[in-house]
């Protein structure tokens, strides 16, 4: 005979209904969560390749400007306005400028002032991008279209 301080064993239908239960809650449960998340995009929108960098003007002849939040440096001489990738054409790393040209502080490629490969891993030198005028006057790159070296904007 049971004690009555002794609980009954749960009859094994009752289990597996319950069980059922709390399989089915913890789905309902799991879509549910899922279902929050929809609102959120996934993939967010990339930067466009087309940027103003602003008019001629405001770049004298000799100097270079790093664009900030673009991986481009605008070089501006006495022929005209380039602007040059610093990407490395090698494994994507950002090149940093020097007295020399560039160096890649990942796996040691180095370029010229031009942006020609002088030495280590790298493939090919480092893309000049196309510039144009837009409308208003100021000068526009376009990062997915590459010019040959020494291509400069003369307006």
Known sequence: MPNRLEAEPVP????????????????????????????????????????????????????KRILPGRNVEVVSTEQGIAAVSLVCTHLGCIVAPTPEGYSCPCHGSRFGLAGEVRGGPAPRGLPWLELSRAPDGSLVVDGKREVPPHTYFRG
């Open 12 to 63: 094994r239908r009752d289990f597996l209904g319950l069980a059922g239960l709390w399989t089915a809650g913890v789905a309902i449960l799991g879509s549910l969560l899922g279902m929050l998340r929809l609102p959120n995009p996934r993939v967010l929108p990339e930067q466009s390749s087309r940027f103003s960098i602003g008019h001629p003007e405001e770049f004298a002849a000799g100097s």
